[in-house]
Nanobody, 114 residues
Framework: QVQLVESGGGLVQAGGSLRLSCAAS????????MGWYRQVPGKQRELVAI???????NYEDSVKGRFTISRDSAKNTVYLQMNSLKPEDTAVYYC????????WGQGTQVTVSS
């Protein structure tokens, strides 16, 4: 059973930076796809960025050029460097791992004040 543990959320002023981390435990293989989603109350969870074990990335349009996803495949750990944060980035950020089945982390709150 894979478990995802996220860290790095918090409160930051607009224009600031945060780095999220997500470590997957319980897997003996490199998880093919890992990524980050976010959700605000009353809205659907949306993709922020994903990365494959080969390093291919995909970003939601509003975060391109500001956020960078990376991973350490040997450790099954994925990171999200968030720069130039905006109030509209405020959300609960969830880590997702997919390998035939999907696992989700518990979520970490990111709050950007104006």
């Amino acid at each position: 059973q894979v478990q995802l543990v996220e860290s790095g959320g918090g409160l930051v002023q607009a224009g600031g930076s945060l780095r999220l981390s997500c470590a997957a435990s319980g897997s003996t293989f490199s998880i093919p796809v890992m990524g980050w989603y976010r959700q605000v109350p009353g809205k659907q969870r949306e993709l922020v960025a994903i990365i494959t074990s080969g390093g291919t990335t995909n970003y939601e349009d509003s975060v391109k050029g500001r956020f960078t996803i990376s991973r350490d495949s040997a450790k099954n750990t994925v990171y999200l460097q968030m720069n130039s944060l905006k109030p509209e980035d405020t959300a609960v950020y969830y880590c997702k791992a997919k390998s035939g089945i999907t696992w989700w982390g518990q979520g970490t709150q990111v709050t950007v004040s104006s």
